[in-house]
């Protein structure tokens, strides 16, 4: 009797248990939309040093949507809305103007959660042309769609996007996956020997996109990575509903075309969606990739022979390589869904120390300034190909000047953001490989993805790059130096170990 006794205040036992387990249980809500935002024709398209007017659009943008609240029965625990844009960055005026009209919608939402990334498709339309902006066109005033019209038509479009993914959240499952695909390829090349023609870019023995088969060839500078960081989101059925992949190579194969082009994200989301149904949302994250690109560097011929016996363009190589790594992926954790996972979402700014300019850097910015400004005074027919290089000088001269009197900082936002076992860190630049490795070899969680162009885009060269020199590693095209880098990848560290060891 007292052997009943016992075994029925057991079964009480752990039936009390279960129920104060699953009061105390996390459950995750998703939401999901996908909105046009393809701008009318003619566009400026921005990329280039030059002006580029699209008459004709090859394939749709896109912003995508995944809205996610993590819930303890009433409470809200946490949020995260993340949006993939097919354009080149995302100024910081942008996801301000988003973040106002958000607020507007959904009051009780906290709007700095939502969080954008660009795929840095090069045949997207100019979003910023004033004097501050990286590269500044000559847009004719008339004939052409305007900035401004761009812009509120984007902020409009993925305004409604967010409230409608967020209000759409029902519960559902979360699972990751790591799988790998050959797209990125180191695009500085370094040679053994110190150019002789500095040239426009300050070049010494390192040049983007240098000829590999130069008797002078040394060396790519850095490595490439082929991780491709997956997220699958059901809902509470079991039916897939959204992805977000993580692919360290920006999307600018079809950089130059006078054509509006989400790049290698269209064939990668229509043949995913041909996959996994139509409504499927999928979100494309750029890795940290800053000295990376889909161009081939070296091994052309070989790699062009296999791609036309497959009977395939660019484009379609490099969809049918993600694709696959995300077909092997599913399959390996389409079982795994998780309902209970920890979301916690980190925003913080940082107060980053900018590129240092030397005298000499400095000296050389202004004799090129003047240069292309007395170009574009003897012709004004110039300034659509040089206007940008003068403005580009023109803004090291002003921020050297600024460095004698107090050394500026660039404020930066970072998300770091833990669902699970994982973690996805923000960073709005086109920051260098090495930095990301960095933090994915520091990092404490079980998979850590990195995703640049969460913001301007500028470049942020490792040291090594600095001391070769050329485009992507001299002040015209960083504000932000080798310091500053370092600094970032620290912090994100410290930020991404805390959540690990404060809720292990």
């Known amino acids: 009797m007292k052997n009943v006794k016992k075994k029925n205040v057991l079964v009480l036992f752990f039936m009390v248990l279960g129920f104060a387990m699953n009061l105390h249980a996390q459950k995750l809500l998703i939401g999901t939309a996908e909105t046009d935002i393809t701008p009318t024709l003619p566009v400026a398209l921005v990329g280039q040093f030059h002006l580029r007017i699209a008459d004709t659009v090859e394939t749709p943008l896109t912003a995508n949507v995944v809205a996610l609240e993590s819930r303890d029965e009433n409470n809200s625990l946490d949020i995260a809305i993340m949006v993939s844009c097919d354009v080149v960055f995302i100024p910081v005026v942008y996801t301000k103007m988003v973040r106002d009209e958000v607020k507007k919608q959904l009051p009780d939402l906290d709007v700095r959660k939502i969080f954008l990334n660009a795929t840095h498709t090069h045949t997207a339309p100019v979003l910023s042309n004033d004097s501050n902006s990286t590269f500044l066109y000559p847009i004719p005033k008339e004939g052409v769609l305007q900035v401004e019209e761009y ?15 967020w209000k759409s959240r029902m519960p559902g499952s979360v699972t990751w996956g790591l799988g790998h695909a ?83 994200w269209h064939p990668v989301r229509e043949k995913l969606k041909k996959r996994f149904g139509k409504d499927l949302c999928i979100l494309g994250w750029i890795g940290v990739a800053g000295d ?20 395939l363009s660019r484009l379609e190589e490099i969809a049918r390589r993600i694709v696959l790594a995300v077909e092997e992926t599913y399959e390996a954790v389409k079982y795994e869904g998780l309902t209970d996972v920890q979301l916690t979402h980190k925003v913080e700014t940082l107060n980053l120390p ?91 969680a079980l998979q850590t993805f990195t995703i640049q162009l969460v913001g301007s885009g500028h470049y942020v060269p490792t040291e090594k790059a600095v001391i070769g020199g050329g485009y992507s590693a001299i002040p015209q095209s960083c504000p932000l130096g080798p310091e500053g880098g370092q600094i970032l990848v620290d912090r994100t560290v410290d930020l991404i170990n805390e959540i690990f060891t404060v809720n292990k």
């Open 354 to 444: 900018t590129f240092i300019i030397s005298e000499n850097e400095y000296l050389f910015a202004k004799a090129e300034r003047d240069k292309y400004a007395a170009i574009i005074d003897a012709d004004l027919n110039e300034a659509e190909k040089v206007l940008t290089r003068k403005t580009w000088n023109a803004d090291v001269v002003k921020r050297y000047e600024m460095q004698q009197k107090d050394p500026p900082v660039l404020e930066t936002e970072v998300h770091i953001l833990r669902i699970g076992d994982i973690v996805i860190c923000t960073n709005p630049f086109e920051l260098f490989t090495d930095f990301g490795i960095a933090m994915q070899a520091r990092s404490r």
């Open 292 to 311: 990376q690109s889909p161009h081939i560097i070296y091994r052309r011929s070989a790699e062009e022979r296999m791609r036309k016996l497959r009977n």
């Open 151 to 165: 812009r509120a038509f984007f902020v409009q479009q993925v305004t409604v996007a967010i409230v409608n993914a």
């Open 182 to 264: 050959s797209i990125a390829n180191n695009r500085r090349v370094v040679y053994s020997k110190k150019a002789l023609d500095p040239g426009p870019f300050g070049n010494k023995t390192a040049k983007m996109y240098g000829k590999s088969n130069s008797p002078d060839f040394n060396n790519l500078e850095g490595m490439a990575e082929d991780d491709v960081n997956m997220l699958f989101f059901w809902d509470k059925r079991g039916k897939l509903i959204a992805i977000t992949i993580d692919v360290p190579c920006p999307a600018q194969e079809v950089e130059g075309r006078l054509a509006v082009n989400a790049d290698y």
